[in-house]
């Protein structure tokens, strides 16, 4: 008692203060050019003009408490999918439900596993939830599965994997998840995140969803902000075996999806022509960004997903981060790796076929080559 008399303002729990901030891509550059943001894998084609139309209609109900459990989006989820509504989560982007998860799951004692380079939302939520996240090494900036069963101790109790992962572009095929979810005890929970699985057309790919419904230990979460292009109304969702689902609501807010990006889900999730028209677009720039970049002498990461990293070999005299200034006085805003223990490395977004043109010319001048664009 003497001793907590001594402390002279609230402290938090352990591992908050451990805690990196998660910084986004940044959105400004020089002051008066025009920007072309590039950073953040967001889509160039924007929402579905359905969704829009949908997000302008909820106006009239912003007085309102939206559906606490969502029902509306998770039937327009399962419908389009062939899922069962009541093993759906909604949440306020995929983020939330990674925070619900690791509060959950993880406690004080307890460790997560998570990739060298893999999305730096997972050791934050794992440490906010006061437990221990155990970085593991990949394998030419892909997940190791061996790599990551061998990290598992007793105090392992969630294994994160994005899949496809960002920042790197690559992806686990269906065969090797399913061998890491074989490898692991019953009792650890396996988040598959599929963020990006929308852009993903390789035949032995799989988001997680067969997995899910044939294990009791496997949680995929998918997002809006990406391929559907609603990133600024936080939309999320997650499909779990039905044990997972009863806990994640048991903690979750009552209202945690707004109207208006339940709505906008609603006809996200319907247009399918529009989904399939910003897959066509990245396919096409994904591939052409890649081939003239790396025509310029730049090496190109391979990636599955609406981004790719361009590493600047120190042997050339000129860094990431020179090339990242001299974008950004041209208005081109690529992602830094820093954070993500890739220094050599600039993240670039597909974009629109305008900033495409232009990202390769700017790097062309940087290398003081001339660019076919």
């Keep these: 008692m003497a001793s907590e008399n001594m402390v002279k303002r609230p402290e938090p729990q352990r591992g908050v203060l451990e805690i990196e901030p998660y910084v986004g891509g940044r959105a400004s550059a020089e002051p008066g050019t025009r920007i072309f943001k590039l950073s953040a894998n967001e889509t160039p084609l924007g929402p579905s003009p359905r969704a829009k139309e949908a997000f302008a209609a909820a106006a009239d109900k ?3 408490y939206p559906d606490g459990g969502a029902l509306g989006l998770r039937e327009a989820i399962a419908a389009r999918y062939g899922l069962n509504a009541d093993r759906i989560v909604c949440g306020a982007g995929s983020d939330e439900l990674l925070h619900l998860l ?9 460790e997560a596993i998570t990739t060298e380079h893999g999305f730096l939302v997972y050791p934050i939520v794992t440490k906010a ?7 593991v090494k990949e394998t030419a900036l ?10 598992v101790t007793p105090k392992t109790k969630i294994v994160f994997l994005a899949n496809p992962n960002n920042p790197t572009g690559s992806y ?14 019953p009792g650890i929970l396996l988040i598959l995140d599929a963020a990006y699985s929308e852009y993903v057309s390789r035949n032995d790919y799989e988001a997680g969803i067969e997995l899910v419904a044939t294990s009791e230990n496997v949680v995929m979460t998918r997002t809006f902000s990406k391929i559907y292009g609603l990133a600024a109304l936080r939309l999320g969702w997650m499909y779990a075996p039905a044990h997972i689902v009863d806990v994640v609501n048991r903690i979750r807010g009552p209202f945690n999806v707004s109207i208006p990006a339940i709505e ?3 006809a996200a999730m319907a247009d399918t022509d529009h989904v399939e028209a910003a897959r066509q677009h990245n396919d096409k720039w994904l591939g052409w960004l890649s081939e003239e970049i790396s025509k310029l002498g730049y090496e190109i990461v391979p990636s599955v997903g609406n981004f790719f990293l361009i590493r600047f070999p120190k042997e050339q ?12 006085k041209r208005g081109l805003i690529l992602r830094q790796m820093s954070s993500y223990g890739l220094p050599d490395c600039l993240r670039l977004s597909v974009g629109s076929e305008e900033a495409n043109r232009l990202v390769v010319k700017a790097l062309a001048e940087f290398a003081d080559v001339k660019a076919a664009v």
């Design 317 to 328: 005299g000129k860094t990431a981060k020179d090339a990242d200034a001299f974008l950004m």
């Design 142 to 151: 892909h997940a190791d599965v061996d790599a990551i069963l061998d990290a």
């Design 62 to 64: 912003l007085h309102l």
């Design 129 to 135: 939830a006061g437990a221990t996240c155990v970085t």
């Design 102 to 110: 690791a509060q959950a799951y993880l406690g004080e004692g307890d």
């Design 172 to 185: 686990l095929p269906a065969d090797e998840v399913r061998r890491l979810q074989q490898g692991l005890r």
């Design 264 to 266: 906008a889900g609603i």
